[in-house]
């Protein structure tokens, strides 16, 4: 396992503030941005995010209940879990699914991925580490 380096609150702010302006320039890197903000705000791990043989987070993992959105993790071989998304994560995700053509926020029984697959340049290792490479 990797040694762990952590990020400062001010770095992550840092690096944050520079993905949303990046973003704004680029749609591409809206979904940078949104794995960024589901690891720092919602504290997923890489492992939460991707997909795998046996599982697929859908959007419908996002469900709305008690005036408040949930995010459940339903993990194959594992008891699901239910966390409570802040409301500071929501803009990240309604930015996420505008860039994707949906709409701002998931529905019930919506099938679309979590994470849209991509074939280069995003990377979540198996230890929460997601290193962003953008090359233009």
């Not at 690891?39 to 959007?59: E, K, Q």
């Not at 505008?98 to 979590?114: K, M, Q, T, V, Y």
Request: hydrophobic fraction near 40%.
């Amino acid at each position: 396992q990797p040694s762990r380096h952590l990020l400062t609150p001010e770095q992550i702010s840092t690096v944050i503030d520079v993905l949303e302006r990046l973003a704004v320039i680029d749609a591409a890197l809206e979904r940078p941005l949104f794995i960024v903000a589901a690891t720092v705000y919602m504290c997923l791990h890489g492992t939460d995010l991707a997909s795998t043989d046996s599982y697929c987070p859908t959007m419908s993992c996002f469900v709305m209940e008690d005036d408040n959105w949930w995010f459940i993790i339903d993990r194959p071989g594992s008891s699901p879990h239910k966390l409570l998304v802040p409301s500071h994560f929501l803009p990240y995700l309604k930015r996420y699914r505008i860039s994707r053509g949906l709409l701002p926020l998931p529905g019930r029984n919506e099938d679309d991925a979590w994470l849209e697959p991509q074939t280069a340049d995003y990377i979540v290792d198996a230890w929460g580490y997601v290193s962003v490479i953008y090359v233009k």
